[in-house]
Every structure is written in C-alpha cells, then in structure tokens.
C-alpha cells in the first residue's frame, strides 16, 4: 500500500471536516480540515504530474518546517514519486551534492538563502529543473521558478493515488553524518507503515484521533517525519512550528498532547527545575525536595503497577499544586506523551520527569531502521535503559557488544552505494547500528556507546564519552561540552557555556567583562566552572573524570561543519580545527 493512501483516504473520508494540521500565519493559529488538507495534496500532487514528474521520480524538500512541507510530502508520494528531504540549515554546497546524487527533478523551498542556492544549481547542467517557493515574501526570479500558491492554482483536487507495494521507494534521507560524506537512506512504503502498525500494537493508544502533537524537530530528520507521519496515520491533528527558538511560546500557545523531542529539550527542563529550586528561600527549597520525593514515590509504584495509598495520593495532589502543576503549566499543561531519541538521555532526568507525571518514552533507533527499534513501555520500563524492542524487531548483541537489528524497518540500503551497503549487514543479515549495547535481565536495552567513539586512554582504559557528555551537560551552565581522551593519559574537554545563565551568574557576582573572549578567561568563571564539573562528576571514576577543560568563546556552528543539523558534535572536525587548544590543555 502507498503510505499517503494509508494517510490520506482513510481520513479524509473518516474525519472530512476535523481538523488535520495547523500552522502559525501572522494573525494567530490557522487550521486545515481533513477535507482541504487532502484536497490541497491532490492539488499539488497533480502539479507536480503537470510538470513532468513521474513515478519513480525524486522531489526534493529544502525548508523549515510547515504544512506545506507536510503536503509536498504527500502529494509526491500519492504519484509514486520518492521525496528527498534536505536540512533547511544546509549549505548551498551540501544541499547541491544531495540534489545531484538524488537526481531531484524539483524542489520546494522555504526561505530566500534556501531559493537563491537552489537558483544558483538549477542554472548548471543538472537534474534540477524546477523551484517551488511554499512563501510569497520570497523574491524570485520567474525562470524555472513558481510559488506554491500559483503552481496549485488551476489544478484539480481530486486524484487516484498510485499504488505501491510495500517494498517500493517512498523516500531517500541523507543521513546528517558526524563522518565522511551523507549517504542516502532508502526507506520503503512498508518500512513506514509496518512501522507505524508496531507503534499502535506496543503502545495500545486509546482515542488516539483526539491528540494534537507539535512538531518542532527538523521534518527532514527520520524522528520527526516518522512522528507526525504516524500522528497523521491515526487521525490525529499535528501543528507545525517553523522556529524550534519559539517553542517555549508555542507550547503555552499550541498546549499539545504529544511532541517528540531530543535529550537537549528535557535537560533544559530539567535543569531550568533544578536552578529555580536552588534560587529559592530555604522555606520553598524545602517544599521542592519534599514534592520530588513524593512524586518518585507515585511514580515508582505507577512504574511498578502498584495502587498509590490514599495518604500518598494526598500528598501528590499537593506537590501538584505547590510545584508541579506550574513547569506543567509552562509547557502547556497537556503533554501526557513525549517521545524521545537521537542520543541517551540520563536517569535524572527521566526521574524528575516521572516525578511531576510526565513520562518520557526514551526509546532508540537510526535513520536506517525507520527511527523506532526499542521503546519505553507505559510501565515497567528501567531508567537509563532504551527500553525494549517493538513487535516485528529483533535484536541480538555481535562483535564488540555491537548491536544488530532485524526487522520491518530496516533500510533497503544506501542511495547509489552497494559497497558501503554491504559494510553495515553481516552475512546473514542483520544490520550493523555501529552503537555498543547489552541487555538486562528483563529485557531492557542499555546503549553504552557509539563504538566508532569508544576512546582509549594512554593507560589503556576505555572512556564512552556520549555518558559524560550527557551528565555534565545536565545543568544550565554548560550548552556544548567535547571529551578527549584518545591516547592521552587523561580526560580532558572543551565546554561552551550556556552564555545567557553565565552572563547572569556574571552580574550577580559583579564580573565584569567586555566581550565573551575575555570572559571565558576570567579567573573566578574558570574557577566556578571547575567548582561544578567537580560537583557533576563525583560518581565518576577517577580515570573518567575531566582533569582539565578550555573554555570556548563561541557554540560549536552548523555553518562551520562543526556539529550536524541534528546537533551532533563532528569529533573528528573540532578535534582537528582545535588542535592547538587541546595541546596547550597536555
């Protein structure tokens, strides 16, 4: 079956005049029925077949999130064409290579960076032979260049979708890569929907048509797309929000039931939580730890299957009240299911998380798996774990403690390369995560580390730095953090601070500075900032813990190939821009 058939058909005749998604225009929140969104589709859907794309054929995307984004989507695939998503945050270069190894005939654009690289490829010899600007505040020039608005306008709305089968082409995404040049992930009709079937068979929903979920995450990113592309599988509405900087308005505005978001997201949260505590009068100090011990206490009996006692419950609807109910509230006060993935996210926070009754759905998987492999259950799941694997997938520990998969979504292979293919499948089959894991006694998945980035100290001890880099980057002082330890005889890191609560803590204490150069290096910073490294690593063994750290002026930049577009740090690219930095620090 065609996944936009799967999407669309049912829906529009089922909910015709529900409303399907909604997006930000300058008056406030506007909303498509079912009805108009499906028709809007088959609009474009038709456009596109107008203007020479045939099944088999690639469309690209190279936008912000929105609503239009969503229809390209669909409509390219309602003709059996395969979408090709590109970051909005791509460069003209990188945005030229994916458009070339795909063969994209035409793109949808977002913004005018993003038209005038497209304009600059489209005007070589290539496959590109069409732009579609989705906004009309884009300035174009007319050769090989429509707005959205105009290239649907005198096309019909009604369409047969063609037919697929399971194993046929939906999408190729091109994978951020923290190594070497991305590769194009080919994903099928049936990755998708099969995968979408084991999520509804794992997590049971009930009334799942009446939720409203957010998405902030970049839609070219396999967690996103495969998130709202599910949310609209089953009925459900989903808003789009173009600039992720403006969620913490939007969750107030939106107040979404579901949203999926990275470990980032929840350890802003969870620091935020923890700062506020700390500022507060010994009296609201007291109450803060009183209300997280008992809601530990419901939560673990909830996690457990137990009934709360009476005077327990009594309790939580009072630390509600005091304190939850408001980071609650600051969040829209309906988020009940929040997905989370790209990285490990720590115990803490996930505990803290519990505690006020909100529950994290940690879970773990790759562009190349569909997203999802394993998942955190509704109850019994492990914190620090990635919980357990969904129906139809299977996994079992190789070489290296290396995990393998089987399953609906794995990957066809890579875009135009059979041998790089054929690296990640052993002979028999199973897919190569390239991440070292292990399972509990129950079952649970634990992620140790990416084994590409298992470092080896001088004395021959084994450092997993995406667990260190998780725990100091759990407050609100440090924003990026890189360890390095490979054949040095200690640990050492380059931090970014989190500038906005440095520049307060740098007021507070009357440091003055005149720009952020001078302020890394100020003495009582660097003293503070060893202060609570020290008191964020203390459970670490010694030979884990940073001896030394170099306190960076500027974030690590997508623009500068420092970290993807998923924000994924390029190891390799800042330990070599940073050489003479870290030399100093041995």
Not at 183 to 190: D, M, Q, S
Not at 268 to 279: F, I, R, T
Not at 285 to 309: M, Y
Not at 404 to 411: E, F, H, P, S, W
Request: hydrophobic letters at 40%.
């Amino acid at each position: 079956m065609n996944l936009a058939e799967a999407i669309i058909n049912k829906n529009a005749e089922k909910h015709s005049f529900k409303s399907a998604v909604g997006f930000k225009k300058k008056e406030g929140w506007k909303e498509l029925s079912w009805k108009k969104f499906s028709e809007i589709i088959f609009k474009t859907a038709n456009a596109l077949k107008n203007n020479g794309v045939e099944e088999n054929d690639k469309v690209a995307i190279y936008a912000d999130n929105s609503a239009e984004w969503m229809i390209f989507d669909l409509a390219a695939m309602s003709i059996g064409a395969i979408t090709v998503p590109i970051y909005s945050t791509n460069n003209g270069e990188q945005a030229e290579y994916i458009i070339n190894d795909s063969q994209s005939k035409i793109i949808l654009v977002g913004n005018q960076a993003q038209y005038d690289a497209c304009l600059e490829i489209v005007q070589k010899e290539n496959s590109l032979q069409t732009i579609i600007v989705s906004k009309k505040a884009v300035w174009v020039k007319k050769e090989h260049t429509f707005y959205l608005e105009d290239f649907i306008a005198k096309t019909s709305p009604k369409l047969e979708i063609v037919k697929k089968e399971f194993d046929d082409l939906a999408t190729i995404i091109y994978t951020s890569g923290t190594t070497g040049t991305p590769k194009g992930v080919i994903l099928t009709h049936g990755n998708f929907i099969k995968s979408f079937d084991a999520h509804f068979e794992y997590f049971k929903f009930k009334n799942f048509e009446d939720e409203l979920s957010l998405a902030f995450l970049p839609l070219t990113h396999v967690f996103e797309r495969c998130w709202s592309l599910l949310c609209l599988y089953g009925g459900a509405k989903v808003y789009f929000l173009e600039d992720p900087k403006d969620i913490a308005a939007t969750l107030e505005e939106v107040k979404p039931t579901m949203m999926c978001a990275v470990p980032r997201f929840f350890q802003k949260v969870y620091a935020g939580v923890l700062e506020k505590a700390k500022e507060g009068s010994s009296f609201k100090k007291k109450i803060f730890d009183w209300a997280l011990e008992v809601g530990k206490q419901t939560a673990e009996l909830k996690r457990i299957e137990k009934s709360a006692p009476l005077g327990l419950m009594v309790k939580h609807s009072v630390a509600n009240a005091l304190v939850f109910n408001k980071v609650k509230q600051k969040m829209g006060g309906r988020l009940w299911f929040m997905p989370c993935g790209g990285a490990s996210v720590s115990p803490d926070v996930t505990q803290l998380f519990e505690a006020m009754g909100l529950h994290i759905t940690v879970g773990y998987g790759l562009t190349e798996t569909t997203a999802t492999l394993t998942a955190f259950p509704f109850t019994h799941f492990e914190h620090g774990s990635c919980g357990k694997p969904l129906p139809g997938v299977e996994i079992r520990i190789g070489e290296n403690d290396e995990i393998l998969a089987k399953g609906n979504g794995i990957m066809k292979g890579y875009y135009n390369k059979p041998e790089e293919t054929a690296k990640v499948f052993t002979e028999d089959g199973w897919f190569k995560t390239g991440d070292a894991g292990k399972f509990d006694e129950n079952g649970n998945l634990f992620i140790t580390d990416r084994i590409k980035d298992l470092m080896k100290t001088s004395n021959g001890k084994y450092i997993a730095p995406q667990q260190i880099e998780n725990l100091l980057t759990n407050n609100n002082f440090i924003q990026q953090i890189v360890l390095i330890a490979e054949g040095r005889q200690f640990v050492s890191a380059l931090i970014v601070p989190n500038f906005e609560f440095l520049g307060d803590y740098a007021k507070k204490n009357n440091i003055s500075s005149t720009n952020r150069d001078e302020l890394v290096q100020n003495k009582e910073i660097i003293d503070f900032y060893k202060d609570k490294i020290k008191e964020l690593q203390h459970e670490l063994s010694d030979f884990e813990k940073v001896k030394k750290f170099t306190l960076m002026p500027s974030e690590f930049e997508i623009s500068s190939g420092e970290i993807t577009p998923t924000l994924k740090v390029k190891r390799n690219v800042v330990l070599k821009k940073y050489a003479d930095l870290i030399e100093k620090m041995y």
